[in-house]
């Protein structure tokens, strides 16, 4: 009687085991069920590209606020100006990039010019600009994103600087339209 007791545990314990086993395969659609399977499709988005967490619109070290604060304001240009006098996009950028390794290369100091002067064609001049999220990557990485205010909708403005030693050097920037990219 003891020996079938413990048959009866030992098949009762196994079964919660085996039964927690997953099939990898899915049946072909067109299956006939004579046992064809094809591996399951990888998972879909494996690593997010981009964090989710909430803004954190506090203002970044000085140095950092101040050159960025002078960027977006030689970016509104001379409201006086004639139309066609496109060179304070030019003089912008020369300005926020000297001394980074961005403003060494020229070509693409060119096309961040050619991109802006089309997106501010497009969604109207400079307004104003603020902070909207500013999150560290380990101690030393700090991404910032500001939205500025344009006539017909707002652009999206990522800043990533980098401290190799006691000073916060700017390494990438980018900014865009996508306003989902905000959204969780």
Sequence with gaps: MKCLL?????????????????????????DTGAGTTTPA?????I??????????PTQPPEEI???ID????????DPTAPANAQDFYERAYDTFLNSTMLG???????????????AFGIYGPLKDAEIFDNY?????????????R??????????????????????????GDNLYDLLD
């Design 70 to 77: 002078a960027f977006f304001k030689a970016l509104h240009g």
């Design 41 to 45: 499709a990888p998972p879909r988005n």
């Design 47 to 56: 690593m997010p590209q981009t964090l989710n967490h909430k803004p954190n």
């Design 136 to 148: 560290s990557v380990g101690s030393n990485v700090l991404v910032l994103t500001y939205l500025s």
């Design 104 to 118: 060494s290369q020229k070509e693409k100091v060119s096309y961040f010019v050619s991109k802006t002067q089309e």
């Design 150 to 175: 344009q006539t017909v909708q707002p652009l999206i403005w990522r800043f990533i600087y980098y401290r190799p030693d006691k000073t916060w050097k700017l390494i990438n920037l980018g900014f």
């Design 6 to 30: 413990l048959l009866v545990l030992s098949l009762v314990l196994a079964l919660p085991a085996s039964a927690q086993t997953v099939n990898t395969q899915v049946p072909d659609a067109g």
């Design 65 to 67: 606020a101040h050159s």
